[in-house]
């Protein structure tokens, strides 16, 4: 159950009292991950590429403490779980926004995707389980090639997010280049770099 902490008797003391205030206190990291592991996984298993994505972020996030402290409002929650957002486009042609917990047991994590991303495109009714998780926010724009992207600071939404598009093939590898959006009062620089690394491990490992 997501409880509120006494920033001063947490790891983010420093980092809270210098931005929770701040005009723009997200930080945005760009980087391209070795996706060819996944490519096979998802032809040889035939599981979804963003599914994949989803299940391997979630997996890389619980390693890293920072990501179970959030800021909400002007508070520190702390939370017990962790659920990977995914935008569906739904069958008005629009998009929403379907939230999944992280399960350690990927074929489960993929019958909730599967499950949960066709009722939000039907419904047309997002999925939100901010309640109870922290939620980190992906958002794969597959219909072009893009660098990364720099996300807005609305103030409201401080949760860690994630955009990428279509991976790219150079010889007989796949890379997809993704932009990580944080806030500064729930990790540093070290920890964001942490989280990256273990992305790029997991979707090594992936089988």
């Not at 957002?85 to 995707?113: M, R």
């Not at 070290?190 to 992305?199: I, M, P, T, V």
Request: hydrophobic residues 40%; proline residues 3%.
């Amino acid at each position: 159950m997501p409880t509120e902490v006494e920033p001063k008797n947490t790891s983010r003391a420093v980092t809270y009292e210098l931005w929770m205030k701040a005009p723009n206190p997200m930080v945005t990291f760009f980087k391209t991950f070795d996706v060819t592991n996944l490519i096979k996984v998802n032809r040889k298993r035939h599981l979804k590429f963003n599914m994949l994505m989803d299940y391997c972020i979630g997996r890389a996030a619980i390693k890293v403490k920072e990501f179970f402290i959030l800021p909400v409002g002007d508070k520190l929650i702390q939370y017990d779980t962790i659920a990977v957002n995914t935008i569906v486009k739904n069958k008005d042609g629009e998009v929403s926004s379907c939230d999944l917990s992280y399960n350690a047991e990927l074929n489960k994590f993929n019958e909730e995707y599967l499950k949960y991303t066709t009722q939000v495109a039907k419904t047309c009714q997002d999925r939100d389980l901010s309640e109870n998780s922290m939620v980190i926010g992906t958002s794969a724009i597959i219909d072009t090639y893009i660098d990364g992207a720099v996300g807005m600071n609305s103030g409201i939404f401080n949760n860690p997010f994630i955009i990428w598009g279509r991976y790219r093939k150079r010889l007989f590898r796949y890379y997809l280049p993704l932009s990580f959006q944080f806030h500064h009062t729930q990790m540093d620089g070290a920890h964001a770099g942490a989280f990256l690394k273990n992305l790029q491990d997991e979707i090594n490992l992936l089988k």
